[in-house]
Structure formats: C-alpha cells, structure tokens
C-alpha cells in the first residue's frame, strides 16, 4: 500500500503563489504516475496535472495551464505542485493521487491511491 500526505496549502491573495507538496511511504512510488486533483464544495473531483513515473511528460488542465508545475523528485518519494497567479477560482480541496503505471493517467478512476488532501483559499 502507497500512503500519501499533502502539505503546503493555506489561505493566499489572488495573484499569489502556493506550493503543494505530496509525501510517499509505504512503497517507493519511483515507478508510479502521480498526479494533483482538486475539489471545490459542492463539486466533484477534478484532475489538475499529473506526472509520468520518469517525470519527462506532465499533462495539466486547461484551467491550471500556464500557471501550475508539477515535478517529482524519486528520491524523496515527493511530488509537488507549484500554484502562481492564483484565482479564487482555485479554491479547493487538493488531493495527492499515485497510479502504478508507465502511462500518464488523467481521470479519478485512473488512481488508485489518494492523500485525505490540503486546503486551499485564495482570496480576491
């Protein structure tokens, strides 16, 4: 089993910057897609970015493009999310997911282990 802990959100001003960090025990997840999603109150789930197990492709929504970067580092057993030019729209739950696959996952189902996840505000 991959047990996974979200650190890094907070309350932030519109235009600011946040960086989500996701630490791994249990298994190393070296070989592991790992992946961001967020969750607003009253809404469901949805993918933000996720990071192949080599860390050379990344894919991220279109409503973070642009402004968010995911990475890895193997070593650590940690993927981080680096949030700048925030909206309140951002506002969310984020959650730390790992796949054990070579592909880039995109969806909930494409997950199998999940963090209880860290809250993020942003306010205008």
């Known amino acids: 089993q991959v047990q996974l802990v979200e650190s890094g959100g907070g309350l932030v001003q519109a235009g600011g910057s946040l960086r989500l960090s996701c630490a791994a025990s249990?298994?190393?997840?070296?070989?592991?897609?790992l992946g961001w999603f967020r969750q607003a109150p009253g809404k469901e789930r949805e993918f933000v970015a996720a990071i192949s197990w080599s860390g050379v492709s990344t894919y991220y929504a279109n409503s973070v493009k642009g402004r968010s970067t995911i990475s890895r580092d193997n070593g650590m057993n940690s993927v981080y999310l680096q949030m700048n030019s925030l909206k309140p729209e951002d506002t969310a739950d984020y959650y730390c997911?790992?796949?054990?696959?070579?592909?880039?996952?995109?969806?909930?189902?494409?997950?199998?282990?999940w963090g209880q996840g860290t809250q993020v505000t942003v306010s205008s």
């Open positions: 249990g298994r190393t997840v070296n070989s592991y897609a």
């Open positions: 997911a790992a796949a054990e696959t070579w592909g880039l996952p995109r969806s909930v189902v494409g997950f199998a282990f």
